[in-house]
């Protein structure tokens, strides 16, 4: 991996810096794999693919709390902050429509704990707060 020089030593120690990206592309590559592992877990038939499926989402959600890599919103959306549960519409997760206008939600309830969590559909990705007119 190149050192940014656009960051140069200003804002802190080259090799310090150099190992914190390093480490933040383990971390992320890492935490993809985990979230692959769980979505094979969950193809599994039995409720043992859900149990490991939770647990590789606990571990990659610590792993990104940890490095301060925040989850990116596609696997944000997929995890259930209150278990872990790895929300898969239909398997682990009810997913509904509600709304209309501005006002319009998905609403994804986690069939492990119940746990429910809305967010808007009409919005832009990595926002600027805009509304998207049809
Ligand atoms: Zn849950």
Known sequence: MLFPPQLGPMLMAKKYLKNKLLAN???KERIAILFKAAKAAL???DD???VFARRYVHVARKLA???RTPLD???TCMVCKRCNAFLVAGTTARTRLQGTG???HVVVTCLH???VKRYHYHRQ???TGKVIRQ
């Open 25 to 27: 592309d383990i971390a």
């Open 43 to 45: 193809a599994k038939p």
């Open 48 to 50: 043992a693919g859900q």
């Open 65 to 67: 709390m940890k490095m």
């Open 73 to 75: 919103r596609e696997r």
């Open 102 to 104: 501005k006002n319009a």
């Open 113 to 115: 704990c119940g746990n």
């Open 125 to 127: 990705p990595a926002d």
